[in-house]
């Protein structure tokens, strides 16, 4: 894979999930590609840690939806704070207002 193989890991290991190569290491926008959705479409990614897949999503999901969810309290939050974040930037790139 020529890549380090993750260990289990919890909030604790944020800083590894956020590293700067991952995105190039593991191409997240490939993957959402696979997954072959088309308008009216629904995604969930579970177990979605800080948000790397959800991360990606605004700039495909222009007509579909998509939820991430955790287990780990910390985790929650941090990818309801980006989730949040995002929005605001959508809304933003729309020309909406806050």
Sequence with gaps: MGREIAQV????GIDWLDRPERAEQERPDVVIKALG???GDVAADLGAGQATLLSA???WWQDRQGAGRDLQDEM?????QRAAAMALQRRRDK????
């Design 9 to 12: 890991m919890g909030f604790d």
């Design 57 to 59: 999503w605004p700039a």
């Design 76 to 80: 929650l939050a941090t990818l309801q």
């Design 95 to 98: 020309g909406e207002r806050n």
């Design 37 to 39: 959705l088309h308008e």
